[in-house]
């Protein structure tokens, strides 16, 4: 019912920047909050930024103060715009989006998610 496709990823050196975009399309009613995660080599998927539908924003401690995180809600699209990147935010990242969407008559809710983009940093 919800897709959402991610991207902005890519090779970089330490020090540099990304910006990693994320749009929903489909039977979208509302957004809620959304968020980005990120899953490295060997690692469980973690939460790196999340943002509400009113714009409050609540990060991960290890990127606070080098990732912004923003949505447009008219596109229903969600940012992350990353400096300062060091070799330990190598992973994939995935958006998230808590949607409420329509089918016929009815409404319902659900979290749905990207199918990931690879975000590597050289050191």
């Known amino acids: 019912q919800v897709q959402l496709v991610e991207s902005g990823g890519g090779l970089v050196q330490a020090g540099g920047s990304l910006r990693l975009s994320c749009a929903a399309s489909g039977r979208i009613f509302s957004i809620h909050a959304m968020g980005w995660y990120r899953q490295g080599p060997g690692n469980q998927r973690e939460l790196v930024a999340t943002?509400?539908?009113?714009?409050?924003?609540n990060y991960a401690a290890s990127v606070k103060g080098r990732f912004t995180i923003s949505r447009d809600n008219a596109k229903n699209t969600v940012y992350l715009q990353m400096n300062s990147l060091k070799p330990e935010d190598t992973a994939v990242y995935y958006c998230?989006?808590?949607?409420?969407?329509?089918?016929?008559?009815?409404?319902?809710?659900?979290?749905?998610w990207g199918q990931g983009t690879q975000v590597t940093v050289s050191s």
């Open positions: 998230n989006a808590d949607t409420t969407y329509y089918i016929s008559s009815y409404y319902s809710r659900d979290e749905y």
């Open positions: 943002i509400t539908s009113d714009g409050s924003t």
